[in-house]
């Protein structure tokens, strides 16, 4: 080996160590700073549903719920991974807690209709309502709906949910409702006419995530002020980068290089699920409303997510397209 050799085989190593270290302590200063919710609160009593409840963040908050012992629905697409949770849940569910399976399928507003219609027919109260479904990379696709496919299922489906349950929740008040947003809504232009198909189409998958992350957090602040003097308040997160399945749908081999990457860096599902659980069981928020947490405290969101004025236009352009008719709705909701 020449001399010159030698000395660039030195550096590559050099930088490769170099490199290992830099992502070594960044592994170690982003765990550090990872959240846990630390309240002890019982929910005996209480009734909480959870979409997308039968992996990955959805099913730890739903573990952790029903420990507490609260009356557990676990609102999920595919009924054998949902039924394979329900037997999860139930075996680690507090003494008398109740854990109940749900079928509903965000891709088809008929379903989630069919799921709000379950719930108000069985369930006599409702005290919270973690909006935590959603997937990355679905195409571009129109839903049988006329919706964009990956909107509907991050955005339209988890508002109608919500607004099909808000007399409920109004009734089981003071009642709490989270939507799971992402950072991702940082990066997100948004107008309200950009939700119809015929623009979201032609948008990019990734920039779809980020907007349908934004929607979460435009409609849940507009729907804390209609809510709050009902009691029930409606708050938005940032779970962190989290070893899921969300985005087992994408392209190109994203599906395989996210993993990868949250595998080495990301946090576990339970360490995920800590902010959707302090928002629906610590005290310290409670009458908290219209505000955006990350790792179980309150963190400044994107200066976009806080405008007034849009997210009163994305919230009625939503109510639009939802078609939403007068009983499936209160007048002060539309």
Known sequence: MGFWAFVGLLLVNWWTALAFAGALGFRFWYRRNIGFCTCQNRLDGRTALITGANTGIGLETAKDLARRGARVLLACRDPQKGQKAL?????????????????????????????????????????????????????????EDGLHLGLQVNHFGPLLLTLLLADLLEKSSPSRIVFVSSIMHEIAT?????????????????????????????????????LRSA????????????????????????????????????????????????????????GVTGRYFRDCKEAPMARTAEDYELSKAVYKKSIELLNLNERECPSFLR
């Open 231 to 286: 009691g029930v308040t409606v708050n938005s997160l940032h779970p962190g980068a989290v070893r899921t399945e969300i985005f087992r749908y994408s392209p190109y081999g994203i599906d395989q290089l996210i993993p990868f990457i949250f595998g080495i860096f990301g946090k576990t599902p339970l360490e995920g699920a800590q902010t959707s659980i302090h928002l629906v069981v610590s005290e310290k928020v409670a």
């Open 87 to 143: 037997e999860l849940v139930r075996a680690e569910a507090s003494k008398g807690a109740a854990v109940k399976l749900l079928p509903l399928d965000l891709e088809s507003l008929a379903s989630v209709r069919a799921c709000a219609a379950t719930v108000l027919s069985t369930e006599p109260r409702l005290d919270i309502l973690v909006n935590n479904a959603g997937a990355g990379y679905l195409g571009n696709r129109q839903t």
């Open 190 to 226: 948004l107008r309200a006419e950009m939700l119809d198909y015929d623009r979201a189409k032609r948008i990019p998958e990734l920039q779809i995530y980020a907007i349908s992350k934004l929607a979460n957090i435009l409609v849940a602040n507009e729907l804390s002020r209609r």
